[in-house]
């Protein structure tokens, strides 16, 4: 079923567009060098991994994307240091106070006055992190031998996930969201594929015996989750490999590089319709695309200097923007779609060499990276992407099979599409669109309004989900009026369910920017 709407630009909230051209943010080394390691969203704020390659000075940086608009946080340890968004925090490791071993793990929503540390372990370091749903996953390992254990938190609470394990320091990774439900899949370097309910009594095995993964990335091709990963004595090497969840679902993908040659895929992101990534074959180390299935994991272009992406970020459902080599221009900003037409230069920012930029986040509707324009050395930027979709809020409703919402970025003059999945047969269910939630706010059954509520919202679509399909498509007609240019909004699915004690499904959200 498809239904035909119009969107109402009164009802939206405006924001000012910005020049597609990189800002800088901050000169935080003048006449030198600076590498911004990390950036993660708390609110309408980043929150930066910022060193000075002269004097190695690390700080931590809140920012609004202006130089005054950007201040101190504190100090940390080292530039590498991980970071991640869950819920309104942003989770950050720095020095601890027990030890020269201890890693505090600190929380911020941006403020000097909501920073503060959560949780340290006597001689533990704080390692890889991950974003699930409104939670955090993080790991802490003892300097000098070889053993990790794994956490989970909310902001609040910190609980563990998996107690100390043998050769696995730095080597838990990968927390990704299994599709449609509350639980995740992580990696253990030498080890195996978990899923994890979030409790340690709910986090279970799933990869079979003798198995090798090797990836640091895991993400979501349509169906299934994707990652890096190799299997003793199967001569395949180290190539795609999948994971639905199950034991039975967790195996070889596709054998890129055939044989015992890897192609050694990696940096995964999800962009809706398929999963981009990197992978080494006969044609070099280029950029692939997987829709989850043999048949659906192709190159995307042959080009004639090669490919390497060292940070994909999406942009919206179908595209993503990348740190990629493109013959005469160098390392620079590359937008694609995930064909090879689509695949093109974003931004030419150093005009004599190449910018080389690094550690893409996408912070609302723009790009936040470090590069080096010629002029100022390397510093931390960001440019706005245009037209664009991302997903917010996570969802809630019925267990294992939770409701789901994606749609493309919204152009003007051309049509939109929102796409409902998992949604109940037989009961009614209705796309709300409104201006996007600053401030999220809890609702029973751990949901979240992606809409604010507070200001005008309507029913961009409203229809009873027939018994024959879970999945309903929408499809949205953008004025072709350059005064949305720029135009921010959010989309959520809502369906009633007498089956839930708090009578409603939610999706999760999705916030879009109109552009050309």
Same mark, same amino acid.
């Given at each position: 079923?498809?239904?035909?709407?119009?969107? +109402?630009? @009164?009802?939206?909230?405006?924001?000012?567009?910005?020049?597609?051209?990189?800002?800088?943010?901050?000169?935080?080394?003048?006449?030198?060098?600076?590498?911004?390691?990390?950036?993660?969203?708390?609110?309408?704020?980043?929150?930066?991994?910022?060193?000075?390659?002269?004097?190695?000075?690390?700080?931590?940086?809140?920012?609004?994307?202006?130089?005054?608009?950007?201040?101190?946080?504190?100090?940390?340890?080292?530039?590498?240091?991980?970071?991640?968004?869950?819920?309104?925090?942003?989770?950050?490791?720095?020095?601890?106070?027990?030890?020269?071993?201890?890693?505090?793990?600190?929380?911020?929503?941006?403020?000097?006055?909501?920073?503060?540390?959560?949780?340290?372990?006597?001689?533990?370091?704080?390692?890889?992190?991950?974003?699930?749903?409104?939670?955090?996953?993080?790991?802490?390992?003892?300097?000098?031998?070889? @053993?990790?254990?794994?956490?989970?938190?909310?902001?609040?609470?910190?609980?563990?996930?998996?107690?100390?394990?043998?050769?696995?320091?730095?080597?838990?990774?990968?927390?990704?969201?299994?599709?449609?439900?509350?639980?995740?899949?992580?990696?253990?370097?030498?080890?195996?594929?978990?899923?994890?309910?979030?409790?340690?009594?709910?986090?279970?095995?799933?990869?079979?015996?003798?198995?090798?993964?090797?990836?640091?990335?895991?993400?979501?091709?349509?169906?299934?989750?994707?990652?890096?990963?190799?299997?003793?004595?199967?001569?395949?090497?180290?190539?795609?490999?999948?994971?639905?969840?199950?034991?039975?679902?967790?195996?070889?993908?596709?054998?890129?590089?055939?044989?015992?040659? @890897?192609?050694?895929?990696?940096?995964?992101?999800?962009?809706?319709?398929?999963?981009?990534?990197?992978?080494?074959?006969?044609?070099?180390?280029?950029?692939?695309?997987?829709?989850?299935?043999?048949?659906?994991?192709?190159?995307?272009?042959?080009?004639?200097?090669?490919?390497?992406?060292?940070?994909?970020?999406?942009?919206?459902?179908?595209?993503?923007?990348?740190?990629?080599?493109?013959?005469?221009?160098?390392?620079?900003?590359?937008?694609?779609?995930?064909?090879?037409?689509?695949?093109?230069?974003?931004?030419?920012?150093?005009?004599?060499?190449?910018?080389?930029?690094?550690?893409?986040?996408?912070?609302?509707?723009?790009?936040?990276?470090?590069?080096?324009?010629?002029?100022?050395?390397?510093?931390?930027?960001?440019?706005?992407?245009?037209?664009?979709?991302?997903?917010?809020?996570?969802?809630?409703?019925?267990?294992?099979?939770?409701?789901?919402?994606?749609?493309?970025?919204?152009?003007?003059?051309?049509?939109?599409?929102?796409?409902?999945?998992?949604?109940?047969?037989?009961?009614?269910?209705?796309?709300?669109?409104?201006?996007?939630?600053?401030?999220?706010?809890?609702?029973?059954?751990?949901?979240?309004?992606?809409?604010?509520?507070?200001?005008?919202?309507?029913?961009?679509?409203?229809?009873?989900?027939?018994?024959?399909?879970?999945?309903?498509?929408?499809?949205?007609?953008?004025?072709?009026?350059?005064?949305?240019?720029?135009?921010?909004?959010?989309?959520?699915?809502?369906?009633?369910?007498?089956? +839930?004690?708090?009578?409603?499904?939610?999706?999760?959200?999705?916030?879009?920017?109109?552009?050309?």
């Amino acid at each position: 079923m498809h239904t035909h709407r119009t969107i +109402l630009a @009164s009802c939206l909230l405006a924001l000012p567009a910005i020049a597609q051209a990189p800002q800088l943010i901050v000169d935080y080394t003048p006449n030198g060098s600076s590498a911004m390691a990390k950036a993660a969203q708390a609110g309408d704020r980043a929150i930066l991994l910022v060193e000075s390659q002269s004097t190695k000075t690390r700080t931590v940086l809140s920012s609004d994307g202006t130089s005054l608009g950007t201040h101190s946080l504190g100090t940390t340890w080292r530039s590498a240091n991980p970071v991640a968004s869950g819920g309104d925090w942003v989770f950050y490791s720095q020095p601890g106070t027990t030890s020269i071993y201890t890693d505090a793990l600190t929380r911020t929503d941006g403020s000097l006055e909501n920073t503060s540390v959560l949780f340290s372990q006597n001689n533990e370091g704080v390692g890889e992190m991950g974003t699930v749903g409104d939670r955090v996953c993080f790991v802490t390992g003892v300097p000098f031998i070889n @053993s990790a254990h794994a956490y989970i938190t909310d902001g609040q609470q910190v609980s563990i996930l998996v107690r100390r394990l043998l050769d696995a320091h730095d080597g838990i990774r990968g927390f990704t969201p299994v599709p449609a439900s509350r639980d995740f899949v992580f990696l253990i370097h030498q080890g195996a594929v978990l899923r994890s309910d979030g409790t340690e009594q709910g986090t279970k095995y799933l990869g079979p015996g003798g198995t090798f993964y090797m990836g640091r990335t895991m993400a979501r091709a349509r169906d299934v989750i994707i990652f890096r990963g190799e299997a003793y004595g199967r001569g395949t090497g180290s190539e795609l490999w999948q994971t639905d969840g199950t034991p039975q679902g967790t195996k070889l993908l596709k054998d890129i590089a055939p044989g015992a040659a @890897s192609s050694n895929p990696e940096g995964f992101v999800d962009v809706g319709p398929f999963a981009l990534f990197t992978a080494t074959d006969s044609a070099g180390t280029e950029l692939w695309r997987t829709d989850g299935t043999v048949a659906g994991t192709v190159r995307v272009a042959d080009f004639a200097v090669d490919l390497d992406p060292r940070d994909i970020v999406r942009t919206g459902y179908g595209e993503a923007i990348l740190s990629g080599v493109i013959a005469g221009y160098g390392r620079e900003l590359v937008r694609t779609d995930g064909t090879a037409a689509g695949t093109r230069l974003f931004v030419d920012m150093h005009k004599t060499a190449s910018s080389a930029p690094a550690n893409l986040a996408r912070i609302g509707a723009e790009i936040f990276f470090e590069g080096d324009d010629g002029t100022v050395g390397r510093e931390p930027y960001r440019i706005a992407f245009g037209a664009g979709s991302w997903k917010t809020e996570p969802s809630c409703g019925v267990p294992h099979d939770h409701l789901e919402l994606d749609a493309t970025a919204p152009r003007i003059g051309t049509t939109m599409q929102a796409f409902s999945t998992q949604v109940q047969p037989g009961s009614p269910a209705a796309l709300v669109i409104g201006a996007r939630k600053r401030k999220r706010v809890p609702l029973p059954g751990r949901c979240y309004a992606a809409i604010d509520m507070a200001q005008p919202f309507f029913a961009l679509d409203a229809w009873t989900q027939p018994s024959s399909s879970k999945q309903h498509t929408t499809t949205v007609q953008v004025p072709n009026q350059s005064s949305l240019i720029g135009v921010r909004f959010a989309l959520q699915t809502v369906q009633p369910l007498s089956v +839930l004690a708090h009578g409603f499904a939610l999706s999760n959200g999705v916030e879009c920017v109109i552009g050309r």
